[in-house]
């Protein structure tokens, strides 16, 4: 069983988050290749999508955006599940129903899940605008990702894999 792990990071967070499901998913018997979304080919080289991107204002990044939008019916046959990373703090901000809008993105790769993890926040890597929106938020600088949940998320997807 191959997977694919394709995300779309601004900062790295999101980046290293993929890494992590890449590790675990390897380390449950699935050969997982994680790459940035603008690196990802080959899609018939595998059996199963994990797709993941940074939100922002409510968004996945552009990259994973028009990804989906190319391979919706390559994405759609085959196993997939997608993963979102920005809310911040604690609790994290924004709440989980205001987020990310994904539906349409579930709809199009007809994911079997969507999760979304909490991110991290370094405001001496943001711009301006980017500065401003976390201001109104009042949140601290914070590493807010819970790796025990990423991992255990990466489990069920691997035990699901192999029994495909």
Avoid at 35 to 49: G, N, S, V
């Amino acid at each position: 069983m191959r997977a694919l792990v394709a995300v779309a990071s601004r900062y790295g967070a999101t980046r290293e988050i993929g890494e992590a499901i890449g590790r675990t998913l390897g380390s449950g018997g699935v050969e997982a290749h994680v790459q940035a979304f603008e690196e990802a080919d080959e899609l018939a080289a595998y059996d199963a999508f994990v797709l993941g991107s940074a939100i922002y204002m409510g968004r996945w990044l552009e990259s994973a955006r028009d990804f989906v939008e190319d391979r919706d019916e390559t994405l759609a046959a085959r196993p997939t599940w997608l993963f979102s990373s920005g809310p911040i703090g604690d609790p994290p901000r924004p709440a989980a129903d205001d987020a990310v809008q994904i539906d349409a993105i579930v709809a199009a790769t007809n994911a079997r899940e969507h999760r979304l993890f909490p991110g991290r926040l370094d405001k001496s890597v943001l711009g301006f605008g980017e500065r401003a929106m976390v201001l109104a938020f009042r949140v601290a600088d914070g590493d807010y990702r819970d790796w025990a949940e990423i991992e255990a998320w990466s489990q069920e997807i691997a035990v699901a894999l192999h029994g495909l």
